[in-house]
């Protein structure tokens, strides 16, 4: 079964999207979207794709789309996917679904109304390191008792990951801190009951948060300390300590180490090593299957819930 996509942003995360689409059977990216003048047709000329647009709608109109990803700016999120499933298209829209809960409701709301497939790319449930520890969980081996997260990057400008200049601002709540709250739910099975949160000054010009810390608590006790900064001068990135009651592994994205430090294989989790096409792979699967897939949109609303319960207690402080 083949499966026609159309993917809108041709940025960062877009190329990577479509890096892993090129090694996925019955993938085929018809059309390459962005505002940006001259990025989409560059992006499809370099990829030997047929159409490039501007526009979303230009897309949403084609009958040889069957499926959307969205890498688009963070505000738009939740009303592009909304409108990529009116429009009849299954959509997979990057992380964060949303940056308020009434858009992530609306969203849920779209796709039990059209009963397309839309997902969101919650990357961590795909990663093979992250993988390896939920099948330890999930086989008994393995309990956590605390998950210890750092979120460290360096954006005291408003540019994005390729150092350009972002048309919209990014967030350490509705965009990082979103990545641990889904794992720490999703790995540990149990929701999030308590929840408390401290956050530094204001960007002058950014109007953002820079520094932040987050205290979660599931029902079944375990715990999670999420420290997030955009003043980080250093290693950048996402970096998980697991420590369980039988052992203590840290997952840097695809790779994964015990305690102290000495290597996991984790080559065999999965067919292969990419978070993002095995995230990709899933989405093209429940579409050819017909079914609900990992990181569904109703499945990840849970942890906007908690980013919206956050929000409101930064918002009190």
């Not at 150092?163 to 990545?179: F, I, K, Q």
């Not at 950014?206 to 955009?230: E, Y």
């Not at 294989?265 to 899933?282: A, H, K, P």
Request: hydrophobic share 45%.
């Amino acid at each position: 079964m083949t499966i026609r996509i159309a993917l809108a942003g041709a940025g960062a995360f877009g190329a990577k999207h479509l890096d892993g689409l090129e090694r996925i059977d019955g993938a085929e990216v018809v059309s390459v979207i962005d505002p940006v003048p001259g990025r989409a047709a560059a992006a499809a000329e370099a990829r030997g794709i047929a159409h490039a647009a501007t526009g979303l709608d230009e897309a949403l109109e084609r009958a040889d789309v069957d499926a959307v990803i969205l890498c688009t700016p963070t505000p738009m999120h939740a009303s592009q996917a909304v409108a990529c499933l009116e429009a009849g298209k299954h959509v997979e829209v990057e992380i964060p679904m949303c940056d308020n809960l009434a858009d992530g409701r609306a969203l849920v709301e779209a796709q039990r109304r059209t009963g397309l497939v839309a997902m969101c790319g919650h990357t961590r449930r795909f990663n093979p390191s992250h993988q390896w520890l939920r099948r330890r969980i999930a086989a008994g081996e393995f309990a956590i008792q605390h998950m210890d997260v750092e979120t460290l990057f360096l954006r005291r400008t408003n540019t994005n990951a390729l150092g350009e200049p972002r048309s919209w601002t990014d967030h350490l709540l509705w965009h990082h801190a979103a990545h641990t709250v889904d794992l720490f739910q999703y790995q540990t099975g149990s929701p999030i009951v308590a929840a408390q949160a401290l956050q530094g000054p204001q960007h002058p010009e950014l109007g953002i948060a820079m520094d932040m810390s987050i205290q979660l608590k599931t029902r079944s006790g375990a715990l999670c300390t999420l420290a997030l900064s955009f003043n980080n001068e250093g290693p950048f990135g996402t970096f998980f300590r697991y420590i369980g009651d039988t052992g203590t592994y840290i997952a840097r994205y695809d790779d994964l180490v015990d305690g102290n430090d000495n290597p996991i294989d984790v080559s065999g989790v999965d067919v292969s090593m990419n978070g993002i096409e095995l995230q990709d792979r899933e989405f093209l699967a429940a579409i050819a299957e017909g079914r609900e897939p990992n990181a569904g949109v109703a499945s990840v609303l849970g942890c906007y819930e908690v980013l919206d319960r956050i929000d409101e207690l930064l918002g009190a402080g």
